[in-house]
């Protein structure tokens, strides 16, 4: 037991969950006002290199309905540039003593108004650059309770494990930014991709793969796995899911991937790639992926190439040195238009047109639309 009379190892664990909580280190903050008789906990994490907005939790007394949001506004404007506790001045490890009675004279009045009498504040960090604070903060109240040092000390007890867990935190966002990107790069692409775990039940499905589960009409996800319209297909791809989840279970190895055809309820072609997932050491359990389906409307472009794209006619542009209306033609035959088509598109005449096309396969060193298209797709990732 801590000299507070509670369990040390009850807010190491909320100190190591906090990565883990929709608001990080709430439980920890929580469980902090308590244990210190405070008004509120705040929990602040800040990114230094400026790329990325700070994240505020707080937890208040029960009923406590100051405002914090306009406290913050009234300090940053009126009190922050002379501050000398300011946050970034703190070294990590540090803790502060702040007390209202101690301060300036409008600074008094300031903290006066919104009835905070002392703070007691630790800064911590991680390899990474990110930086944390904690402030714990006290009401104005008789007699006096100004912070202890038995109360740093508990502060300084947990800081080796706080800067452990920010550690995790950081990490998590990295990943969480990583896997953002690649998601964003797929969707670009309109590929549709559908995780499964072992048991083939969906853990996830990328909005390009919703999309084409939406229009298509004969793909739903129900009760947390893909059903097909067509039984005969959803035969093929139950075995393909059990196969390659078994291949997967016996030896971890990766087989080749299965292909499942299926119509949607307009007539097109969709089409179904069944993989085994990558194995991945002392991953399982349900949230472990086990197989990946990619999805696949074979009647549809990318939404990059839609002629109504500005972006994509100043991108193609770019690349391959056209002028707009060169662009905007190549963007067109790109996406599947004639000659002819793409005139009327653009209220040119036909001749004007195909005087466009040559100047454009001049400029790139290509002889016909069919190597125009091929090109196009290949730059794909650029048109965004």
Known sequence: MHEHGIDLMELIGAVYEGPREADPWLGLAQRLRQVLRARSVAVTLHHSQGLLF???????????????????????KDFMAADPFRYENMAPGEILFIQAASAAPAMQVFLEQFDIAHCLRMCFSEPGGMLCWIDVIRRRQEPDQPFTETDAQLLRELLPHLQRALGLYALLKRQEAEKSIYENIIDHFALGCVLLNDAGGVIQVNSAARAIID???????????????????????????????????????????????????????????????????????????SVIVYLSDLARKPDALL?????????????????????????????????????????????????????????????SQTDLVRLVYRNLAFLR
């Open 54 to 76: 700070d994240v505020m939790v707080m937890a208040q007394e029960p009923g406590d309905d100051a405002d914090w949001q306009a406290l913050e506004n009234v300090y940053r």
């Open 215 to 289: 229009r298509a009409g004969a793909i739903a996800i129900s009760h947390g796995r893909i059903r097909l319209a067509d039984r005969a297909a959803q035969r093929v791809l139950d075995t393909s899911i059990e196969t390659l989840a078994q291949a997967r279970r016996s030896n971890g190895a990766s087989t080749a991937g299965k292909l499942v055809r299926v119509r949607a309820r307009d007539g097109t072609l969709l089409a179904l790639l069944v993989y085994s997932a990558p194995l991945m050491p002392y991953f399982q359990g349900v949230p472990a992926p």
């Open 307 to 367: 002629p109504a794209s500005a972006s994509a006619h100043v991108q193609i542009a770019r690349l391959f040195d056209l002028s707009p209306q060169e662009a905007r033609l190549a963007l067109l035959l790109a996406y599947g238009y004639t000659i002819s088509e793409a005139a009327a598109e653009m209220h040119i005449a036909e001749t004007a047109a195909r005087n466009y096309s040559k100047r454009v396969y001049a400029k790139v060193g290509i002889g």
